[in-house]
Structure formats: structure tokens, C-alpha cells
């Protein structure tokens, strides 16, 4: 019966997921574009997740793998490298124009590579110290894509990279329209199902790892570190692991950012995205896909809701409140209410205790059971009401 249950609520929600950017486009393409962004969040934010919720390592740079996706990108489906260097327009002169299926597995390698460079040198950190070192490596690689222009233009520099091509693949260019007998289908809604399905086999390969002996590892390295070393669990290979997986998605997410959106510069990777990613996932409850899940979309699609809200107000005053300054409060404020109210996030896992009484495994609280064939513990007089204990006498 609950197995229907479930079966039912998930076809349910695959009609509404396929049906709600057609509801969208009739409002306008704007609102479209919000979700695909929200979804481009949420596919960022189950890779954080695998660092900070899984193995439980504090990540502010993750914003350096999605500049690194985006870049790779740009370079390979823009005219840039064909205008900077007149060798590579020799061996390429109409360019590279690569199929998704190319781009797609460069993306995750590349970020993957430059995630486990970054996991090297830091395995002996933990909290705090980790934080900083991360938080450094965003930034050298936004400073790095700034000033990658000289001697030779890389990256343009902060003028960035412009008329990147669309993702194409099979004879299908998702930056024109689609229409079927008169029914037209955006260039927007196209990418919103490509982002649904990078999203959808994310989760599944995210809940896939969580199940298996590696995610059970990297939640043992969470809890005690050293417990699980003496435990036999290799924490290097792990943690090295851990940030390779998580750096792969946001590659990937940084792709379909740099095709989506045309254009790519560093402002685009500032360390303000850092911090949104890690609240999203803090926010939606850490270590939990669905909570993760509904964070990302909060988090990515509130600012924009907001745009209606704060603009009536801006007029109201004559003008005298900025609209994004009082978008940015009412986020904040929102933020810091739910941080209040649900501190351990809006969807947080279940907990120990909770999902083992559910199971009959062993009671939610009070004394643990005796061991079988014992009446009462050795240390407990019989017929004697037992009593809290206490350090007074």
C-alpha cells in the first residue's frame, strides 16, 4: 500500500515537473528562465552537498568548480581562442562546435581533477582552517580568470567571454525555438528539460552514493574521523573522493550556466555565490536531498519573487529605498526567521533515534533494553526504583 503511495506521488510530480515551464511560457519567458536557474542552483547544490552534508568537509570555494565548468565551455564553443590565436584558427577554422556529449564529460573531468588538487594539500584540515583554505581557492581562481588576459588572452579578462553557442546535440540547437504543428516550445523551456534531467540523474547517482559503502564511509568521517580510521576506513582516498564527486557536478553546472546564459565573467563567480550554495544547503537541511532540494529552489527563486514585492515598495517611498538593497533585507530576514524557527533546517533528515523506534529496533528514549537473558543491569539493585544519575551526592 505505501509502496503505491509513493509510486503515486512521484507520477504526480513528474506531470507537474513536465507540465510547469509550459504553464510558465504562457506567462512569459522570465519566469521560465527563473526556473532553469533554480534548477541550475539545485544542481549545484547537491554536489556541495556531497562535501559538506556527506563527508562532512566545510567548502567556501565550491564557486571556483562552476567558473571552471563555465570557462571550459566558453573556450570550446566561443571564437574566442580562434580570434587570439591565429594557429589554432589554422587547425580549426570553423571552430570546435562540440556536442553536448563531449562537453558534458570534459566539464565533470576537469572540475573533478581541479577538486581533487584542491582536496590534496588539505586533508590534515578540519573546520575552520579548511574553510579559509577553500575560501582562498575560490578566490585565486576568480583573481586567475581576471588576469588571465596577459601575456596571452585566455580568458579575456574581465571583460569575459561573449557569443558562446548554444548546447546542440543530435540536429537539436536548444537556442532557436521548437514548434509542433504551431505549438511553439522557447529556447528557454528546451534548456528547463535539460536541466530537469541533469538534476534528476544528479539525485540519483547523490542518493545511489548516500546507500552505499562510500557514502556510509564519508558519514562515519563526519561524525569522528578518527573513529574511522581506526575503523579501517582509508580517509584519505575518501576525502579525496568526496571533493572529486562534488567538484564534478558543479563543472557541469558551470557548462550549462556558460550556454545558457551566452556570456561568462568573473563577476559571475564572486565569493557572495559561495555562500549562497553552502545556505542553500544548510538552510534546506544538511545531508538530505529533499531538503537540499527545496533550499536551492527557496534560495534561487525568492530574490526574484521579490523583485515584485520590493518594487511597490521602492515607489511608496518616492524612491528613496533601493529595490535590490530591499530585496537583499527581506532574504536576509527570511533566512535568519527560518534559522530561528527550524534550526536544524526547513527538511532535515530523521533523526537516530526517531528512524529507529519507527523500526522496533530499539526504544526512542528512556533506558537502553537489557541484553537478553538479563533481568535487570548488574549495577541495578532489584526491587529497587531506579534513579537518575547524578555528579551530587
Do not use: C
Not at 102 to 107: D, E, K
Not at 312 to 336: C, E, K, N
Request: proline content about 6%; glycine content about 10%; overall charge positive.
Amino acid at each position: 500500500m505505501k509502496q503505491g503511495k509513493n509510486l503515486l506521488i512521484i507520477v504526480i510530480a513528474a506531470i507537474a515537473l513536465l507540465v510547469l515551464p509550459l504553464l510558465l511560457q504562457s506567462q512569459g519567458n522570465a519566469w521560465v528562465r527563473i526556473a532553469d536557474v533554480a534548477l541550475l542552483y539545485v544542481l549545484l547544490a547537491l554536489g556541495l552537498n556531497i562535501v559538506v552534508g556527506y563527508a562532512g568537509l566545510l567548502d567556501l570555494g565550491y564557486v571556483a568548480f562552476f567558473a571552471i565548468g563555465a570557462y571550459m565551455y566558453a573556450l570550446l564553443e566561443s571564437p574566442h581562442l580562434s580570434e587570439t590565436f591565429p594557429a589554432f584558427k589554422a587547425m580549426f577554422p570553423n571552430g570546435l562546435h562540440s556536442s553536448l556529449l563531449i562537453v558534458v564529460p570534459l566539464g565533470l573531468g576537469l572540475a573533478a581533477t581541479f577538486g581533487v588538487l584542491l582536496g590534496a594539500p588539505t586533508l590534515k584540515l578540519r573546520g575552520d582552517y579548511l574553510a579559509i583554505v577553500t575560501l582562498g581557492f575560490g578566490e585565486i581562481i576568480r583573481v586567475f580568470l581576471n588576469n588571465l588576459d596577459q601575456p596571452f588572452n585566455i580568458t579575456n579578462g574581465p571583460k569575459g567571454i561573449t557569443a558562446i553557442e548554444p548546447v546542440h546535440f543530435w540536429g537539436l540547437n536548444l537556442g532557436k525555438p521548437l514548434k509542433f504543428d504551431g505549438f511553439t516550445i522557447s529556447s528557454v523551456t528546451l534548456y528547463y528539460y535539460l536541466f530537469l534531467a541533469l538534476v534528476l540523474f544528479t539525485i540519483l547517482i547523490s542518493h545511489r552514493l548516500q546507500v552505499s559503502r562510500i557514502g556510509r564511509a564519508w558519514m562515519a568521517i563526519r561524525e569522528d574521523e578518527i573513529a574511522a580510521k581506526a575503523m579501517g576506513i582509508n580517509t584519505r582516498n575518501m576525502k579525496l573522493l568526496a571533493f572529486g564527486m562534488g567538484a564534478s557536478f558543479g563543472g557541469v553546472s558551470g557548462s550549462m550556466f556558460a550556454a545558457f546564459q551566452g556570456f561568462v565573467s568573473p563577476e559571475s563567480f564572486a565569493l557572495s555565490e559561495s555562500v549562497m550554495i553552502v545556505a542553500m544547503v544548510v538552510l534546506g537541511g544538511i545531508g538530505h536531498l529533499p531538503g537540499v532540494i527545496l533550499g536551492a529552489v527557496l534560495l534561487s527563486a525568492l530574490p526574484e519573487v521579490l523583485r515584485y514585492v520590493a518594487g511597490p515598495l521602492q515607489a511608496m517611498t518616492g524612491g528613496r529605498l533601493d529595490a535590490s538593497i530591499l530585496r537583499q533585507l527581506f532574504v536576509a530576514l527570511a533566512m535568519i526567521i527560518i534559522m530561528l524557527v527550524r534550526p536544524r533546517g526547513l527538511w532535515p533528515s530523521p533523526e537516530h533515534g526517531k528512524s529507529l523506534a519507527r523500526k522496533g529496533m530499539a526504544p526512542a528514549s528512556g533506558m537502553p533494553a537489557a541484553a537478553p537473558g538479563i533481568e535487570v543491569p548488574s549495577d541495578e539493585v532489584p526491587g529497587v526504583a531506579s534513579r537518575p544519575m547524578s555528579i551530587n551526592p
